[in-house]
């Protein structure tokens, strides 16, 4: 059964509606702010009947901290003294209905059915809309970029074999989600998918790391320990920052990936291990194996399938899909209701060139949502560093000298740059902006429509 919450301060009234509705729902009561807030924190309430007279606390502000709490909660406000005004007040905090007292409960048990209707279609919306947002991904990596398609064939390709894999790219583009992706998807998923940063641990320790050590091998030894290679064993390890692994701890591993076997310090005895190994690094191999910081045979031994994550820039017809996964993301992790951007904001996200990738649009994201105000988030609520480094930038749109075109992006995206760029420097004007671009007016609108449509 559905669970309901009553809150109000007349116990009489939380008893009778309780008695009259217990058959249809489990009910809980609260005459009181605070014992109410503590049900709905703990209990799976489906629906609040919520009286806007709460002795000494209004139910309007107990609303507010109940959208605020879950805002997917469904709240039916009740009041004896009902107003227009007070009615508006209530429904622009999120309350689903109004009920003047006295109650007739067969219009209580329709409203309440009707609320729990809106309740289930509004979940079943959430659920195709994140069918609709999976379409847009890969085994959790989103994109439909011609560049991620490439990743996405590869990843297919090479998920069931045991050669090492190397995956290069920018910091933040993320190849460890690729990794993830290889294993999760392949024939090892049900074995230990293991993660270490090559260049987080110092070298005494990433050794003992991942060879593993014998009792007393060391200071400090007191156990022995069994290292990550033979942890993993059947699975994969996932090697991150492998360009700063020492050159000592290279060689080791050249004989892990050679001959499957690792030796534990302070051992001689060696031990098989079955593992896939996959490395990762945003500095350029063959440069440091040319100085002579990295070993060339472990460099070929590791590189045997390499895929490259695209940077940001390189992959701009995605940045409208991950700004859509990483929004609906936070806002569900932070407990906030719907949010989304507004057009100024959006035009000037579609247009950054992201140094960070996407990592740098996760935390931009993840921002906008935590400081935002209302459902909307302006151009003003994105991240004030972000607009200073942007600055140039955006004086470079409305300059008549160009518009700025960045290396990477596809032909479909430099012409609607320059459609919207022209458009802005005839202000809005759009047979001016026909004849300076040499197209029909029906042709812009069918352009501009097409923007419109995708965000």
């Known amino acids: 059964m559905p669970n309901l919450l009553i809150v109000d301060d007349e116990p009489s009234i939380c008893v009778s509606l309780s008695f009259a509705l217990e058959d249809e729902y489990t009910v809980w009561t609260a005459t009181e702010e605070k014992e109410a807030l503590d049900i709905i924190r703990t209990e799976s309430i489906d629906c609040v009947l919520l009286d806007l007279s709460l002795g000494h606390t209004s139910g309007l502000d107990l609303l507010v901290q109940c959208k605020k709490m879950k805002p997917d909660l469904t709240v039916i406000m009740m009041t004896a003294y009902g107003t227009i005004e007070s009615s508006v007040q209530a429904i622009k905090a999120g309350a689903y209905h109004y009920l003047a ?61 045991p050669s090492s894999i190397l995956i290069t790219g920018e910091s933040g583009t993320g190849k460890e989600l690729v990794a993830r992706a290889i294993h999760y998807e392949g024939n090892r998923k049900s074995a230990p998918f293991s993660v270490i940063n090559c260049a987080a641990i110092p070298e005494a320790l990433l050794e003992s790391e991942l060879f593993g050590h014998e009792k007393g091998s060391f200071t400090g030894a007191y156990q022995s320990k069994q290292g990550l290679f033979e942890r993993s064993s059947g699975g994969t390890v996932f090697l991150d920052e492998i360009g700063e692994m020492p050159l000592p701890l290279q060689a080791k591993l050249l004989r892990v ?90 035009k000037w996200l579609y247009g950054y060139s992201y140094p960070g990738n996407v990592r740098e649009l996760a935390n931009i994201v993840e921002y906008a949502v935590a ?48 459609i919207l760029h022209a458009l802005e420097l005839h202000g809005g004007h759009r047979k001016k902006t026909a004849d300076q671009l040499g197209i029909s007016e029906r042709g812009l609108r069918q352009k501009l429509k097409q923007y419109l449509e995708m965000g």
């Open 101 to 161: 007292k006295p109650l007739h409960m067969d219009e209580v048990k329709l409203l309440l059915n009707k609320a729990l209707e809106y309740q289930n279609l509004h979940k079943q919306v959430q659920v195709l809309s994140e069918a609709v947002r999976q379409q847009h991904a890969f085994a959790g990596i989103v994109g439909k970029s011609s560049a991620m398609s490439k990743v996405f064939q590869l990843i297919e390709k090479v998920k069931d074999i």
């Open 257 to 346: 990936i050679q001959e499957k076997v690792v030796t534990p310090l302070g051992s001689y005895k060696a031990k098989e291990v079955d593992i896939r190994i996959i490395a990762a690094t945003n500095r350029q191999l063959e440069e440091e194996v040319a100085c002579g910081r990295f070993r060339e045979d472990l460099f070929y031994r590791l590189n045997v399938i390499p895929i490259r994550t695209p940077a940001l820039r390189e992959r701009c017809e995605d940045i409208p899909y991950l700004l859509d996964h990483f929004l609906h993301g936070s806002a569900v992790q932070m407990g906030r209701g719907k949010k989304i951007f507004s057009a100024e904001s959006k």
């Open 371 to 418: 400081l935002s105000q209302g459902e909307v988030i302006t151009l003003d609520e994105l991240p004030p560093a972000l607009m200073e480094r942007t600055a140039g930038l955006r004086q470079s749109r409305i300059d008549r000298d160009g518009v700025l075109i960045p290396a990477g992006i596809t032909l479909e995206e430099a012409e609607r740059r320059i």
